[in-house]
């Protein structure tokens, strides 16, 4: 059995996610999906997996009451199953996620299901509505 290249992954994960119902579209080695109903992502593609992001902005609560803003992200970190939440220095809100391993489409659909669950999750937590766009 041959291991794909790193082309055939990126091509292989942007299918699956067109199937799902994702506008793709590559830039460098980058895939960026949109979704009527779904989060937005980016993908970058390695040898080793893939890098999944979702970037949001901020309300102005977020930066004036920095201890809140954090005290939510750690909220959900504790309740999050493959994504992880951080905020940068201007406060904007990051998700990501790592895919290991070469596209395969049984453990490919198991990680977006969990990462859409981390969403579902993710928009119960209190705070939400208070930090977030």
């Known amino acids: 059995m041959t291991t794909p290249t790193l082309d055939q992954n990126r091509?292989?994960?942007s299918n699956h996610l067109?199937?799902?119902?994702y506008?793709?579209?590559?830039?460098?080695?980058?895939?960026?999906?949109?979704?009527?109903?779904?989060?937005?992502?980016?993908?970058k593609v390695f040898t080793e997996g893939a890098l999944v992001t979702a970037i949001y902005g901020c309300n102005d609560a977020a930066k004036r009451d920095r201890?809140?803003?954090?005290?939510?992200?750690?909220?959900?970190?504790?309740n999050a199953g493959v994504s992880r939440y951080y905020?940068?220095?201007d406060a904007d809100f990051f998700v990501e996620?790592?895919?290991?391993?070469?596209?395969?489409?049984?453990?490919?659909?198991?990680?977006?299901?969990?990462?859409?669950?981390?969403f579902g999750k993710l928009v119960k937590i209190p705070g939400i509505e208070k930090y977030l766009k």
């Not at 067109?18 to 119902?21: A, E, H, I, P, Y």
């Not at 996620?97 to 981390?118: C, I, M, P, V």
């Open 87 to 89: 905020c940068d220095k």
């Open 67 to 78: 201890a809140g803003y954090l005290e939510f992200i750690n909220t959900a970190n504790a």
């Open 23 to 43: 506008d793709v579209n590559l830039q460098d080695k980058t895939i960026f999906a949109r979704h009527p109903n779904k989060p937005n992502m980016m993908l």
């Open 11 to 13: 091509e292989q994960m």
């Open 97 to 118: 996620a790592w895919y290991s391993g070469d596209y395969d489409k049984t453990n490919f659909s198991r990680f977006l299901e969990l990462w859409d669950s981390d």
């Open 18 to 21: 067109r199937f799902l119902g």
